[in-house]
Every structure is written in C-alpha cells, then in structure tokens.
C-alpha cells in the first residue's frame, strides 16, 4: 500500500509538473479568445518566451531577468499580432498562424547563430533557473503516513512559477466575472458596437487583453525552458499552445474547468512515460513513439466524445470597425 501511495503521489507530482505550461496558456488564451480576439498564436509565443528566457539567463545568469525577457518576447509577439487583427483588421488565425512560424524558425536561427549548439542555448543551472521551493514543516512531516508523502512529494517540492499558476487560476476567475474590466471584456468578445456605444475604446480593451495574454503565455515559456528544463531546445514548446486552445474550448471558455482539462492532459502525459518500456499482455511492448502519441490521441478522442455544444464569444474572430 505504502509502494502504491508513492506510486501514485510521483505520478500527480509529475501531472502538476507538466500542466502547469498548459494551465498558463490557456488562461493566456481566455483573456483574448474573451475579448473577441482569437489567438492561434499561442503556440509562437510559448516557444519564443521560452527561447527568450533561457538566452537571456544563459548570459545574465539570473532567471528573473529570464522571466523578464520571456514576457518581453510574447508581448512582441502580441503586439505583432494586435496590430495585423486589430488595427489593419487581418484574419486572426492566419496571422496567428504566421506566428506560429515565426517563432519556429527564428529562434532556431537565433539559438544556432548566438551559441552555435544546433539551436540550443547553453545548459542552465544554480540561479540560471528557477528552483524547487521547500514550503515550511515538508520535512519535518515527510515521514508522516499520507498526509506527510503527499504534502512532501505533492504539494512541497515546485517551483515559484508553478504556485503563481494555480493562483492564477481563481484570480482569473475573479477578474473576469467579479470586476467591471472583466465585464468589459467580456462584453467586448460578445457585443462591440454596445461598448463603443458606452464610449468605451474596443481597441483598447482588446489590447489590454493581448498584454495580460502575453504575460501570462510569456511566463509559461520561461517555465518550460527555466523551470521545467534547464534550458531551450528546438520545438520544446510540443504543441502546448494548440492543446491549451483546446482545453479552452472544452472548458467553454471557463477558468475552472480548463485547469481541469490542463490537468488531464498532464496526468495522460505524465502516464505515458511511467509505462514506457513495458509490457502488456497479448501485444507485448509498445513502440515509444505510439506511447508518446497516448496522451495527444485521448485529449483528441475525449474533446471529439465528450465536450457537447461549446458556443465561442460571438464577436470571436470578427475586426471590429467603429461606426461613424
């Protein structure tokens, strides 16, 4: 019982690990897809904040001034994209799109042209990155039964980033359905001819929503290449931002359950590599690749089989154009 409690609790400790770039990017993804803006682009920014940060704490060895620069190269890239879907009213998904490749071939060029390591940056550590944090009594309580694993391995043990995720989560929330910004917001993805009608700036809310997205998706980068990894590699970012849209989707564009939908994928995620290598009866082992696959096939099959009838903000994709 004791090995299955540990078991168990390593898994849930990996599942939080690796949801937590998820988590940022969708709650990135919630504030624009609100404000009518859709942001295909996620993907991009994710893989250029990570490029950022870890070039940026490669050289100043210091993962604050890497968190800077991750926010600093989404918010680039957000303006990027402002600019092309809100003021010269572009189609937002293909200039989210162009992003996407953007940020896929320059930070290639750039890792291969600063550090000439095939587009790596160099490996980081010590204040390079962002460590795990021992929240008080963990080791005092570590050889509790339960409470004592699960508050040591579980709960103790992350880093900074990963608290300010799950806090981002209520926070978010509470912006946007308990304050007058959120209600502004969302009533500019919904209706924005009733807003500039109230002689409220819809450009201005949209790009007010494009910089808390950018913040958001920005600090998820730096997690993945200054806290999760320790460092950055080519194409790290795997497709987060594209999962992060659909966790959105099926979460119908509600805080609460897109962090439940973020968390799935990082328990199907951290599942695979806990079955790796082994085998099962009648097929024997399964090849890697196809387990890798597992936990994009299911978010795949379980969006498709169970997300019933998910209605976008209704100004979603649409340039606004004032009246005059």
Request: aromatic share 10%; glycine share 12%.
């Amino acid at each position: 019982m004791d090995q299955a409690l540990v078991d168990i609790t390593l898994i849930l400790d990996s599942t939080v690990r690796l949801a937590v770039p998820l988590i940022l990017a969708c709650l990135a993804g919630l504030y624009s897809e609100r404000a009518g803006i859709v942001d295909i682009g996620l993907e991009g920014k994710l893989l250029a904040g990570a490029f950022a940060a870890a070039a940026m704490s490669a050289v100043t060895g210091s993962a604050w001034l890497g968190l800077l620069a991750g926010v600093g190269a989404a918010l680039l890239f957000s303006g990027i994209h402002g600019l092309a879907s809100i003021n010269f009213k572009g189609n937002q998904t293909i200039s989210g799109v162009a992003l996407n490749f953007l940020a896929a071939g320059l930070t290639t060029f750039l890792g291969q042209s600063w550090f000439q390591r095939g587009g790596y940056t160099p490996q980081l550590s010590g204040d390079q990155r962002f460590n795990p944090i021992t929240l008080p009594f963990a080791n005092e309580l570590r050889d509790v039964p339960i409470f004592g694993q699960i508050y040591w391995e579980l709960i103790s043990g992350h880093n900074i980033i990963t608290y300010f995720a799950f806090v981002a989560v209520p926070v978010t929330a509470w912006v946007l359905f308990r304050t007058r910004f959120g209600l502004r917001l969302r009533a500019v993805g919904e209706n924005p001819k009733a807003i500039d009608t109230a002689g409220i700036s819809v450009t201005l809310l949209r790009y007010q929503a494009l910089i808390i997205t950018a913040v958001l998706v920005g600090i998820g980068g730096a997690y993945l290449s200054i806290a999760q990894s320790a460092g950055f590699n080519n194409n790290m970012s795997a497709g987060r931002g594209y999962i992060a849209l659909a966790a959105l989707i099926f979460a119908k564009w509600r805080p609460g359950p897109a962090l439940l939908v973020c968390l799935m994928f990082g328990f199907l995620d951290a599942f695979q590599f806990r079955i790796q290598g082994q085998s099962f009866p009648l097929i024997g082992e399964v090849p890697v690749q196809a387990i890798q696959a597992l936990p994009y096939i299911l978010t795949v099959v379980l969006l498709a089989g169970f997300i019933g009838r998910a209605v976008a903000p209704k100004a979603s994709g649409i340039p606004y154009t004032k009246e005059r």
